[in-house]
């Protein structure tokens, strides 16, 4: 019996991948500081992502050490792609 996957075509290597290629990061601004830092990297899931960007935009007790983070957003990283950053270099 033949093998049913198909092999590559010459020239059109696969990129290997290990699972998930998307990771989300949280960046804000903490508490006493100007700028934005990321407050958690290595997230797989959007889902998490959001669960965990509401915990920091809804906290209400103030002996929470994320209580007064601001500007919250999360960070779509597609790992699957080279970074381009031919637009950041002027």
Known sequence: ???PRKAPRPGK???PTTGNSM?????GVPPG?????????????KAKATEIMAMFNN????????YGVT???IHS????EPPDFTKAIQ
């Open 59 to 66: 906290e209400r007790d103030r002996s929470k050490p994320w």
């Open 33 to 45: 500081e100007e700028h934005e830092e990321p407050l958690v990297t290595g997230l797989k899931t």
């Open 13 to 15: 290597a696969k990129r």
């Open 77 to 80: 990283l597609d790992l699957s």
């Open 1 to 3: 019996m033949a093998n």
């Open 23 to 27: 990771e989300y990061i949280i960046w």
């Open 71 to 73: 500007k919250v957003r």
